[in-house]
């Protein structure tokens, strides 16, 4: 049996979720890859590697992810450096150059992207969407309820209730979502201060306003094409902006249960 060390991970996704993920495993020392879509649409972008797709490298809490072609030498180098690679792979082919021992589904579609239980050794599957012991090995429960991290080896996640993660009280209150279909613009930047009812984006010709006073902990790319009801822009009432690079205590606990998911399979006494 390999050592846990050299045991590989791929992840579909790079958003928040799948981040946290990445970097708790990468952090355990498992060679971790993520695959991405070629315009990634991330708001939490201050913690989502995804960013590495459009700037080459991003930084979370002291690790990086480099973008680098499809390319399992490419991939092995990144792994050398102590960096994680990413790759732009919207059908995960790369999963049949690396063979990982580990494949997790991070996208958070609430819906199975077409991963199998037997595209690797170990599949997991994050949230709705998915059901142990038929679609994956085992699914990890993502809803900020009592069962947040669970570990889930038969049935499905709790379904998605599409309430954000509450700050101080508020939680639909200080988001943003597209109001129409089209191009999303601003002129902001995460980490801003805004006052309520200042806008702070918009989609085609309609003004985004924000819904309170605080700072703009997360907030969509300028120029990307959004869906309507799309999730734009998270505005925090705590006006510290340090925390929109810190990864939050959800997706902490998300990735904790990732982690003993791949303990319970690979860590096995002699």
Same mark, same amino acid.
């Given at each position: 049996?390999?050592? #846990? ?22 952090? %355990?020392?498992? &060679? ?8 990634? #649409? ?13 700037? *080459? ?7 990086? $992810? ?5 390319? !399992?030498?490419?991939?092995? &180098? ?38 199998? +239980?037997?595209? $690797? ?5 994050? *949230? ?21 991290? =669970? ?11 599409? +309430?954000? +993660?509450?700050? %101080?009280?508020?939680?639909?209150? =200080?988001?943003?979502? $597209? ?10 930047? +995460? ?10 984006? &918009? ?13 703009? !902990?997360?907030?969509? !790319? ?6 309507? %009801? ?16 810190? @990864?939050?205590?959800?997706? &902490?606990? @998300?990735? *904790?249960?990732?982690?003993? $998911?791949?303990?319970?399979?690979? %860590? @096995?006494?002699?």
């Amino acid at each position: 049996m390999k050592k #846990l060390s050299e045991l590989i991970v791929l992840i579909k996704g790079g958003g928040e979720v799948a981040s946290s993920v990445a970097h708790r495993l990468h952090c %355990n020392h498992l &060679r971790v890859c993520l695959t991405e879509i070629t315009d990634p #649409l991330a708001v939490s972008r201050g913690t989502s590697f995804c960013e590495a797709v459009f700037d *080459g490298k991003k930084t979370i809490e002291g690790v990086t $992810a480099e973008l680098v072609v499809l390319s !399992r030498k490419q991939i092995h &180098r990144v792994w050398q450096d102590g960096n994680i690679p990413i790759v732009v792979d919207p059908e995960t082919s790369i999963k049949e150059k690396l063979k990982p021992d580990v494949l997790i589904d991070a996208v958070m579609a609430k819906l199975n992207t077409q991963v199998k +239980i037997n595209d $690797a050794p170990l599949v997991i599957g994050l *949230g709705p969407g998915f059901y142990a012991d038929r679609d994956v090995d085992i699914v990890v429960e993502t809803n900020h309820s009592n069962n947040l991290g =669970r570990i889930i080896t038969a049935g499905k996640a709790e379904e998605n209730t599409g +309430i954000p +993660i509450a700050i %101080n009280g508020l939680a639909q209150e =200080r988001v943003i979502w $597209a109001p129409r279909t089209g191009i999303f613009t601003t002129n902001r930047k +995460i980490g801003d201060r805004v006052d309520a009812n200042q806008i702070v984006g &918009r989609v085609e010709n309609r003004p985004l306003k924000a819904p309170i006073s605080g700072m703009l !902990r997360g907030l969509l !790319r300028s120029g990307v094409e959004v869906t309507k %009801n799309a999730k734009l822009i998270e505005v925090d009432p705590i006006n510290d902006r340090a925390v929109c690079y810190l @990864i939050r205590d959800k997706m &902490r606990t @998300i990735s *904790g249960g990732v982690l003993e $998911a791949i303990m319970r399979k690979f %860590n @096995i006494a002699v």
